[in-house]
């Protein structure tokens, strides 16, 4: 029953490959249609409230309010208005507050609880973490009574200061550092738990090696650790800036609670719901709204593509 | 049953340029039980997930029967098939898992309990069925990929590399397992694995293959006695066979400085040149009367019903070094040698095979 | 100059000790605030306790307040909340799938795009979805907020990276050998097994949801269907020592505990959540985490 090598026998060429080649592996043909309906509920959700939003505030932002194109009006008009710039000065000062605070606090935060004993840290970690429950409006609240001198458990550190009410608490060159705290309040324990987590992926071996070779605590952490979760750093970093151009809640709510002790212009957000409700000029809004998504997007991208912390294979 | 055809049948994945499975020719006959074998990265698998339908074929034709497949999704093709990680679904029960196929085919609950208890019994696994596959051992979930397969009584049964992951003893006794199993149900069996052991053990016939190519289809015996080139003569039998380069001179084969004679039957060639010589190791033994090959023995391998002797062969100043080839003896247990120790081996007649040099296309005698 | 080890070692005791009264006071100091009388606020000392008949007479004040309005915003939260979610899964799974295990043109750009909008925060494209809305005539309705909140980017990317990292493509081709046809395979073996995906995405959509106040800021006008975060802006509003001299005409006062237990009942789900789900947090942003 041997049966050699046959040679090549004619015919029978390939009736294969119907619908193409498939890399994994799936069966031919098939599979490519399947894709497409996999994703469908997905897409037509990404259509509607992702893609045609942006495309909408695009078209506005180049057109005029009634009708036709304004080419770049909107954004000069937008820009040269007055609040436009102190809304992006106020939001950069937040920024630059909060990302600092994240890049130095959170990291050595984290290394120490990862020096100590799991259990203790544990406990640790819980407790910065729990206030993440009371992001958004619950935080502006819990720290208006926090900031309030006549009831915070802070007042001691108040009054040190010399502030006797909230009014002085709340000045306006305030306000940066202030909305940096309560975002750290709310923010800092989960990244404080995720980096944590990222330093314990790293192999248990690893930080043994470097102990034979003679790093202490303090020189393992800053050769080793660090430079292993720095990705994880800057998808941190790149994240809390992109969402940081988006203050709304914060300034909104103080300001109602301080009867206008805050402008309600104060962040580029707010100014671009002032300009689209109260101005009812939608089209100037828009530019704003661009303006905003294309920070968001520069960071995105910058994400996504330099890091290389994402799989897109 | 059916019988199953590979016709030039070829795989080039995307984003290459080798053909992973390169014109591939393959009968198999209706109940037998042929085995791919090769080593790893020589397009097994490939083969195996083309002729189930889970890999496209580029080029040529595959038939189960006379259809051919091509193009036909994998449950249209009547085919089981048992991976190399099982694949158990980890979510259902050992029962189900048997049962799914079934289950997808429409049949009866009743039926579907019959022959999975059926299988279930076969394989040893009864006490099992309601247990989930995390909570088997590796040898029941081993039996349990079985058991998905045969529960489905397909026309083919397809195994990719099913006993890698069972630890040797296991592999030994399992092995014979599946082959009686094989032969009792007389499905048409396409079985792959790395190792030639378990290949020259289990194949009615065995398929050598090696970078995407077919090399040679025949019974075991066939392959170990005529390989068709120096590949399948080197990758059949363990201790491999010893490959050795040598000169056809008039006189004889000059291997190393020991001259042997040429068998009658290869007088043809005498004069050729470069060869490569074919030695299995029990087709030397150790001459008395120091006549022969000279080599220096580095180790003694005792097995207790026989011995290995790994020597190298000395050069013309009686020294060694790590590129001098080596060879390997089988000997009597009862033989006495040690490392360091320096031998002469001879040729028993008629067992040296030959190569082209350039080619590794054996050399027939006649 | 070397400082020894037991010097670090309470520098760092002081420092997390630190830390951990910045975190928690604030919320030891809300909790307290609810067993109190707006007087004894500023009166009594910060951590004093009040009494439990002062909780209770600050809870009926907060769920009195303007007949139930608390009930019918915590309501709200729930519906669009759970909405969103829900739509969100139902989207993402199946997404997820897709991506990771079939192919299909556009997939990798697909992937790209979801990338990037999961990163980017949708609050500034919240003004072109309201004009959007409004032209359906959707605006102040659920669905105004149901439905971009279901949009959700980074639950499909969590469904992508476990299902291209957790499931074995043999899995899914024995199913194929057994008998399925694609949707098949995903109905049988993918979808069971993506269970501990779907609590993810639902922790993570969830807090989202809940949590966000722009989106429904913008959306809702009417005060029957606020969500409890923006109903809290409005109880600021309402709250007498945020608007001294100035009690809205016949308006229902709010006082200071009660905005504290506001507080609390509003972040109550999203806290219990927190409270169970620290790992998914980590399991979630890590996630990305390209094997090196
Ligand atoms: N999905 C794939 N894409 C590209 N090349 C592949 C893929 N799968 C296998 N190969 C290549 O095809 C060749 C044969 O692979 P395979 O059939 O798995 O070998 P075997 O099973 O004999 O070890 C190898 O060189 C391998 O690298
Ligand atoms: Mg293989």
Same mark, same amino acid.
């Given at each position: 029953?041997?049966?050699p090598?046959?040679a090549?026998?004619?015919?029978e060429?390939s009736r ?11 069966p031919?043909?098939s599979?490519r249609?399947?894709g497409y309906?996999?994703?469908?509920l997905y897409?037509?959700l990404l259509?509607?409230?992702g893609?045609?939003?942006?495309a909408?505030?695009?078209y506005l932002?180049?057109?005029k ?10 954004f ?8 436009f $710039?102190?809304?992006?000065?106020h ?7 909060? $990302?600092?605070?994240e ?22 970690r819980f407790l910065?973490?729990m206030?993440?429950?009371l992001?958004?409006a619950?935080?502006?609240?819990v ?9 915070s458990?802070?007042?001691? /550190? ?17 306000l940066?550092l ?9 923010g800092a324990g989960?990244?404080?738990v995720?980096m944590?987590?990222a330093l ?7 930080l ?5 070779d003679?790093a202490?605590a303090?020189?393992?952490? $800053?050769?080793?650790k ?7 750093v800057v998808?941190?970093?790149i994240l ?5 151009t988006q203050?709304?809640v914060?300034?909104q709510l103080v300001?109602q609670a301080?009867a206008?002790?805050v402008?309600n212009?104060?962040?580029?957000n707010?100014?671009?719901y002032y ?6 000029n ?6 704003i709204?661009?303006t $905003?998504?294309?920070?968001?997007l520069?960071?995105a ?7 290389? /912390?994402?799989?897109?294979? | 049953m059916?019988?199953?055809t590979f016709?030039?049948a070829s795989r ?9 499975v390169?014109?591939l020719n393959?009968e198999?006959g ?5 085995v791919?074998?090769g080593?790893?990265?020589c ?6 997930? *083309?002729l189930a339908g889970?890999e496209?074929? %580029? ?9 051919n497949v091509?193009?036909?999704p994998?449950r249209?093709r %009547?085919i089981?098939m048992?991976f ?6 980890p979510h *259902? ?5 048997m049962?799914?196929?079934?289950k997808?085919?429409?049949l009866?609950k009743?039926?579907?309990?019959t022959?999975?208890?059926?299988a279930a019994k076969?394989?040893d696994l009864e006490?099992?069925l ?10 029941q979930?081993q039996?349990v990929a *079985? ?10 049964f397809? *195994?990719?590399?099913p ?15 599946i ?7 007389g499905v048409?069996?396409?079985y +792959? ?6 290949a020259?053990t289990m194949g009615d ?5 090696? %970078?995407g190519?077919?090399?040679q289809v %025949? +019974?075991?015996?066939?392959l170990?006695?005529?390989p ?8 059949i ?7 050795l ?6 006189s004889g084969v000059q291997i190393?400085?020991?001259?042997v ?8 060639i ?16 150790l001459?008395?009367d120091g006549?022969?090959i ?5 180790l ?5 019903s026989e ?5 190298q ?5 009686g020294?060694t070094t790590v590129?001098?080839p080596?060879?390997v003896?089988r ?8 490392s360091?120790d320096r031998i ?5 007649d008629d067992?040296?095979?030959?190569f082209?040099?350039?080619s590794?296309?054996r050399?027939?005698?006649r | ?6 010097t670090?070692r309470?520098?760092?005791l002081?420092?997390l ?5 910045f975190f928690?006071?604030p919320?030891?100091? @809300? =909790? ?6 707006? #007087?004894q ?5 910060p951590?004093? =306790? ?8 600050a809870w009926k004040?907060?769920?009195?307040f303007?007949?139930d309005a &608390?009930?019918?915003w ?7 909340s759970?909405?969103?979610?829900a739509?969100a ?5 199946p997404a997820?799938?897709?991506?990771a ?7 990798r750009?697909l992937?790209a795009?979801?990338?990037?909008? &999961?990163i &980017?925060?949708?609050?500034a =494209?919240?003004?072109? =979805?309201?004009l959007?809305?409004?032209s @359906? ?7 105004? #907020?149901?439905?971009?909140?279901s949009f959700f980017?980074f639950?499909v990317y969590?469904c ?9 493509k043999d899995l899914?081709?024995?199913a ?7 949707w098949g395979v995903f109905?049988?073996v993918?979808?069971?097994l993506?269970?501990?995906v ?7 959509a969830f #807090? ?8 429904p800021?913008v959306?809702?006008a009417?005060n029957?269907?606020l969500?409890?975060?923006v ?7 309402s709250t007498?020592?945020?608007n001294p ?6 308006a229902?006062?709010v ?9 609390? @009942?509003?972040?109550a ?6 409270m ?6 980590v ?6 985490a390209?094997k090196?």
């Open positions: 029953m041997t049966v090598p046959v090549a026998i004619p015919g060429r294969a490959r119907r619908g193409g080649r498939s890399e994994d592996g799936a031919i043909g599979s249609l399947s309906v996999f994703v469908s897409v037509v259509a509607l409230f893609i045609a939003p942006t909408y505030a695009i932002s180049l057109t309010v009634g009708g036709g194109i304004a080419w770049g009006s909107n000069t008009r937008a820009f040269q208005d007055f609040r $710039l102190p809304a992006f000065e939001v950069a000062e937040y920024l630059a507050i909060w $990302l600092i605070a890049a130095t606090l959170i990291l050595v935060l984290a290394l120490m609880l990862h020096s100590l004993a799991r259990r203790t840290s544990a406990a640790f910065f973490y206030p993440g429950a992001a958004g619950a935080s502006v609240l720290w208006l009574f926090m900031l309030d001198p006549t009831l458990p802070w007042h001691f /550190l108040l009054s040190i200061l010399g502030y006797a009410q909230i009014d002085l608490v709340l000045q306006p060159s305030h940066p202030i909305f940096a705290i309560m975002a750290f309040w709310t989960g990244w404080i995720v944590y987590g314990n992926n790293i192999p248990d071996e690893l043994e090696a470097a102990k034979l003679g202490n303090f020189q393992s952490a $800053l050769r080793i660090l430079p292993l979760i720095k990705k994880w998808y941190m970093l809390s800036f992109a969402g940081g203050l709304f914060e300034p300001g301080t206008g002790l402008s212009t104060w962040s580029p707010q100014l671009a300009i689209a409700f109260i101005n009812d939608f089209n100037e809004a828009a530019a709204s661009v $905003l998504l294309v920070l968001g520069v960071g991208t910058l994400l996504v593509w330099r890091t290389k /912390l994402f799989e897109i294979n | 059916a019988t199953v016709k030039e080039i994945y995307p984003k290459t340029e080798r053909k992973a390169d014109r393959l198999i209706d109940g037998e039980f042929v791919l074998v080593p790893s990265g397009g097994k698998t490939t083969s195996l997930r *083309m889970l496209p074929v %580029d080029e040529g034709g595959i038939f189960i029967g006379d259809q091509v193009g036909l994998p249209s %009547d089981a048992v190399q990680n099982y694949a158990l679904y *259902m029960n050992v029962a189900e898992n049962g799914f196929a079934l997808m085919a429409k009866e009743s039926e579907i309990v022959r999975v208890r059926e076969i394989l006490e099992y309601e247990r989930k596959p995390g909570q088997l051992s590796g040898g979930r039996r *079985m058991g998905r397969a045969i529960v489905r009584k397909p026309q083919v397809l *195994m990719d590399e006993l890698s992951n069972l630890d040797a003893k296991l592999r030994v006794s399992t092995r014979t397992q082959a009686e199993l094989q032969s009792r149900l048409t069996t396409l +792959v694995t790395h190792d030639q052991v378990e020259m016939r065995v398929a050598v293959i090696k %970078d190519v077919l090399q %025949d +019974v075991p015996r066939a170990y006695d005529a068709i080139n120096s590949f399948v003569a080197g990758f039998g363990s201790p491999a066979m010893n490959l380069d040598a000169t056809i001179v008039e190393g400085r020991t001259l004679s040429l068998p009658q039957s290869f007088h043809q005498a004069g050729i040149g470069p060869v490569t010589v074919g030695l299995r190791p029990e087709a030397l033994e001459a008395s006549n022969g000279s080599a220096i023995v580095k003694v391998e005792e097995l207790g011995a290995y002797i790994y020597a062969l000395d050069d013309l100043a020294e590129t001098t080596e060879i003896v000997v009597a247990p009862t033989v006495v040698v040690k360091g002469t081996l001879r040729v028993k067992s040296m095979l030959l082209d040099a350039e590794g296309v050399i027939k005698g | 100059m070397k400082l020894s080890h037991f670090w309470i520098v760092g002081i420092v000790l630190g830390f951990t009264a928690f006071v919320v030891i100091w @809300v =909790l307290l605030a609810t067993t109190k009388t707006d #007087v606020l500023t009166s009594s000392g951590f004093s =306790l009040g009494t439990l008949s002062h909780f209770v007479h004040a907060l769920f009195g303007q007949s &608390m009930v019918g915590l309501e709200n939260s729930a519906i669009y759970f909405g969103g979610v739509i899964i139902i989207a993402a799974i997820g799938y897709g991506l295990l079939t192919q299909f043109i556009g997939r750009t992937l795009i979801t990338l990037v909008t &999961m &980017m925060p949708a609050t =494209l919240v003004l072109p =979805l309201f959007e809305m409004n @359906v005539n959707l605006t102040d309705t659920p669905w105004a #907020v149901i439905l971009p909140f980017p639950g969590l992508y990276i476990f299902f291209s990292s957790t499931i074995p899914l081709s024995a194929r050998v057994d008998g399925c046809n694609e109905r049988y993918a979808l069971p993506a269970r501990p779907v609590a993810l995405v639902a922790f993570f #807090v989202a949801d809940w949590n966000n106040y722009y989106l800021f959306m809702i009417s029957s269907k969500p409890v975060q109903g809290l802006e409005y109880l600021i509003s007498e020592a945020f001299g100035n009690p809205g005409t016949g229902q006062l006082q200071r505990p009660e905005l504290a237990l506001a507080i609390l @009942v509003a972040i789900p999203v806290a219990i959540v927190f169970f789900a620290q790992r998914t947090l399991k979630g942003m890590l996630a990305g390209t090196e």
